[in-house]
């Protein structure tokens, strides 16, 4: 190969690799010296007041709220029960756009009539009053984009909960029996109802 093929695919991966970083880096601030200074974008994520972003693991208490029924002692699962687990996402010191994917892995060989149902978007300073868009969990991912919005003065992310719902369901199709429950209640002491939420967030690069 002659030197100059060589120096020509030289150019050709350097030029490849600029256009990478100008893509991931979102703005560039020459200075007054002459130097060319990189102002990086902040990325902090908080989940649950947790910064997951200085660790490639993490792990997060998640307390679900069961709801109030008279005929059932507080905090405890029985058939009929339902409640909700909140997961607070706080992106407020993200200056990209960005997408969230929460995969929910729900351990319920035993007990398959406790089911994940819906979720919805409560944001922050939701008084409770006003309804919420609920969205049928017809499989086990969340996801959704986030953008940036360069055309709002001073634009930044709001900090908003998704809140997952389960029930106990009772229906005509449930699929444990009342004696296979009433088994169930006697494992008290040995089992536990699990739900795994394994949340990741990935910059959206845009060419």
Partial sequence: MSKKARFLMLLVSLSIMLCFMSNTYSRYV????????????RWQILVNN??????????????????????IMANTLAPTSKGYFDIDIDPT???????????????NEFLPDLLLTRYAIVPRGHNGSDPLNF?????????????????????????????????????????????EETAIALLANEKSWRVEANISFEQVITS
Avoid: M
């Avoid at 020459?30 to 974008?41: C, E, H, P, Q």
């Fill in 30 to 41: 020459a200075g007054t010296t002459g130097d060319i200074n990189a102002s990086f974008s």
């Fill in 50 to 71: 947790h910064d997951i972003t200085t660790n490639t693991n993490s792990t997060i208490p998640i307390n679900p709220i069961i709801e109030d029924n008279e005929h």
């Fill in 93 to 107: 010191n993200v200056d990209v756009s960005f997408r969230y994917i929460i995969d929910l892995n729900l351990d």
């Fill in 135 to 179: 969205v049928n969990l017809n499989g086990t991912s969340i996801t959704d984009t986030l953008l940036f919005n360069n055309n709002i003065n001073a634009f930044r992310f709001q900090a908003f909960t998704i809140r997952v719902f389960f029930e106990w369901y009772q229906g005509d199709d449930k699929i444990l029996t009342d004696e």
